[in-house]
């Protein structure tokens, strides 16, 4: 039996954005029961060349929406990243990009496996890849990485969370 480019991709990427969701709402408590400003939380990097928390729960979301959006030949909604983002704007645009990931079916992947997938068109950094490549050499390890890095920023500064967190319910 073979796995499915949807199956691959869209029970994957809402499993972990929902566990994204619960690692900040477990964050948020943590700064309010330590008396820990938001932004100064939402700011924290693991190292002064890496993007802080708030940027790295904002591309994780632009990967979730970009994979399952070209995956399926659909346009790539664009939104607005605000560097600034509270813990509420960041879980609005979870949410949204939960809703958008959920809207599709498996069958508008049909076929994605072998679609050439086209990154940064018409740039000096234009590439293209097969769609099979594309979501598993590129698009999951990029939007692990992002999530990853909000989990390891987090737990570093004593929000108490673990492996279980960082699964989710699967």
């Known amino acids: 039996m073979s796995l499915s480019m949807y199956s691959a991709s869209v029970p994957v990427l809402k499993q972990m954005l929902s566990a994204l969701s619960d690692v900040l709402n477990k964050a948020e408590a943590h700064a309010t029961e330590k008396k820990i400003d ?7 990097r693991l190292f002064p060349d890496m993007f802080p928390l708030v940027r790295q729960v904002q591309i ?5 929406k970009g994979i399952s959006s070209r995956l399926s030949n659909t346009e790539v909604p ?7 983002a509270s813990f509420a ?5 979870i949410a ?3 809703a958008h ?10 076929g994605s496996e072998s ?4 990154l940064r068109a018409g ?16 698009g999951l390890p990029q939007f692990f990485f992002h999530v990853t890095t909000v989990y390891a920023i987090l737990r570093h500064n004593g929000v108490e969370i673990g492996k279980r967190d960082y699964m989710g319910n699967y």
């Not at 679609?115 to 086209?118: C, P, T």
Request: aromatic share 10%.
């Open 38 to 44: 938001p932004a100064v939380l939402l700011g924290l």
């Open 60 to 64: 994780a979301a632009d990967f979730a």
């Open 78 to 84: 664009s939104w607005p990243d605000k560097p600034d």
């Open 89 to 93: 704007e960041l879980q609005e645009l």
């Open 96 to 98: 949204k990009a939960l």
């Open 101 to 110: 990931v959920s809207a599709f079916t498996p069958e508008q992947f049909d």
């Open 115 to 118: 679609r050439e997938v086209v």
């Open 123 to 138: 740039t000096p950094k234009e590439k293209k890849l097969q769609g099979n490549v594309y979501l598993l050499q590129y």
